[in-house]
C-alpha cells in the first residue's frame, strides 16, 4: 500500500483524493480540534487510533475510522506525503517525545505531526516541503523540527514530558506516580524498579508482573490521565444478556462489547472507572468490585443500571476472583444477577455508588 513520489495534496481543489488524518489521543476530538482539522484539510479519510480516542470519536458524531493498531503501524502503511499525524499533547516536551517515538518506529520514513496545543506542525526527518507549506498555510501553525528520539539505556525506560503527580502507565496498567518531568525505570532480575522520578506503586507492579514480565524497551509507556472530559450518557441497555468480565485489563472494554453483552464485571477502582467511562454512551453498565485503591485516571461515568461495590476487608484481586466463577456462560438478565451477587456477598462489601435503572429492593 505504501506509494512513493512527490507530496500532492493541497495541490489542488480536490485534495481529499491524496491524503488522510490519523487521529490519537480523546483530546483532539473533545476540543474540537477533529472537526476543526477534518473541516479545514478535507482528508480523503480520517483513521482514529487508542480507546479513548474512539470513545471520544463516537461521541462527537464525526465520520472516522477506527484501528486498534498502534499509530506508528497505521502510519507506515503509507509515505510521509500521504498521512498526517493529529495528537493533543499536554505540554511542547511531551509533544516532541510523543513524536519522536513514533518517528522512531517508522525506520526512513518522514513523519508531519501537528500539535494543536502548541500550535506547530513538527516534522521529524524527510518530508516534501510542499506539503508542509500547504499544512502552515492552512492551519496558521508555525513549523518545528521535531527532537531526536532518545535512545534507552540498556534495561531501562525512559518516559518524558510527565507531570509531578500524574499516573505513570505500563501496558495499560499504573505502576507508580511522577515526581519529575521525566520518569526512568528498569527491569531487574525480572521485577521493574524506579530509578528516577517515580513513586512505584507496589501494587500496581504486582498487577503488571502477573500478566507476565514485559520488554521495557517495547511496552506501551504513557504518563498522565487518559481522558479528561466527562462521557455522554447512552440508554442502549440490554436488560438481557451475557456478562463481560474485565479483570485489571480495562483497554480489552472493547473487546467484549458483542451484541449480546447486557453489562460487564469490572474488577479494580480503575478498570471500574474505565469500564463504566466506556461503557456510559454505549448505555452498558457495569457492575465494580473495588477496594479504594483508585487513580482517578477518568471522569466518572456509567450507564444506568451500574453498581460499585468496595470490598470491606479484602483486596479486589481475591473477592474479584471468586465473583468470576459466578458469572455463567449464558443469558442473565442483569439486575437480578447483580442482586445476586451482592446478596451472596453480604457485609463483605458495601455499594458505594449506583447509577439509575438499578432498583436496589428489587428481588
Known amino acids: 500500500m505504501k506509494k512513493t513520489g512527490s507530496c500532492q495534496f493541497g495541490m489542488s481543489n480536490n485534495n481529499s483524493d491524496h491524503f488522510i488524518l490519523v487521529f490519537h489521543g480523546a483530546e483532539v476530538f473533545d476540543t474540537g480540534d477533529a472537526s ?3 473541516r479545514l484539510l478535507n482528508p480523503e479519510k480520517s483513521i482514529v487510533a487508542g480507546v479513548m480516542a474512539r470513545t471520544a470519536a463516537g461521541e462527537s458524531g464525526l465520520e472516522v475510522i477506527y484501528d486498534g493498531r498502534r499509530p506508528s503501524e497505521i ?17 511542547s516536551v511531551s509533544a516532541h517525545r510523543f ?28 518530508v516534501e516541503m510542499s506539503c508542509i507549506r500547504w499544512l502552515k498555510e492552512k492551519t496558521g501553525y508555525i513549523i518545528v523540527n521535531g527532537e531526536r528520539h532518545k535512545d534507552n539505556p540498556p534495561g531501562m525506560r525512559r518516559i518524558g514530558g510527565c507531570l509531578p503527580g ?7 496498567i499504573i505502576i507508580g506516580h511522577a515526581t519529575n518531568e521525566e520518569v526512568v525505570i528498569s527491569l531487574q532480575d525480572g521485577a521493574i524498579e524506579a530509578v528516577s522520578g517515580i ?46 468480565v474485565i479483570d485489571h485489563k480495562a483497554m480489552a472494554c472493547y473487546d467484549c462489547f ?34 479504594g485503591d483508585i487513580d482517578g485516571i477518568v471522569p466518572e461515568g456509567y450507564a444506568p443500571g ?28 442483569w439486575n437480578e444477577w447483580v442482586h445476586e451477587i451482592i446478596s451472596k456477598l453480604g457485609d463483605r462489601v458495601r455499594i458505594v455508588h449506583h447509577e439509575y435503572g438499578f432498583i436496589q429492593n428489587e428481588q
Open 166 to 172: 500524574e499516573p505513570v502507565f505500563v501496558n495499560g
Open 36 to 38: 476543526t482539522f477534518i
Open 99 to 126: 513524536g519522536s517515538i513514533i518517528h522512531s518506529h517508522l525506520e526512513e520514513r518522514g513523519l508531519i505531526f501537528i500539535e494543536p496545543g502548541t500550535g506547530q506542525i513538527l516534522v521529524y526527518g524527510s
Open 306 to 333: 451500574s453498581v460499585v461495590l468496595l470490598a470491606v476487608n479484602e483486596r479486589d484481586d481475591e473477592l474479584g476472583r471468586e465473583i468470576v466463577k459466578m458469572v455463567p456462560e449464558y443469558q442473565v438478565i
Open 199 to 244: 513513586l512505584i506503586k507496589e501494587h500496581g507492579i504486582e498487577k503488571l508482573m502477573r500478566s507476565g514480565c514485559p520488554d521495557i524497551q517495547k511496552a506501551w509507556c504513557k504518563s498522565g490521565h487518559i481522558r479528561l472530559s466527562f462521557p455522554k450518557k447512552g440508554d442502549n441497555q440490554r436488560k438481557r444478556g451475557k456478562i463481560a
Open 258 to 291: 458483542g451484541f449480546d453483552i447486557c453489562g460487564i464485571l469490572a474488577i479494580g477502582d480503575d478498570t471500574t472507572s474505565i469500564c463504566g467511562h466506556i461503557g456510559c454512551s454505549r448505555g452498558i453498565p457495569v457492575l465494580g468490585i473495588t477496594d
Open 75 to 91: 502510519l507506515s502503511q503509507y509515505g510521509a506525503h500521504e498521512a498526517v499525524l493529529v495528537h493533543r499533547a499536554k505540554n
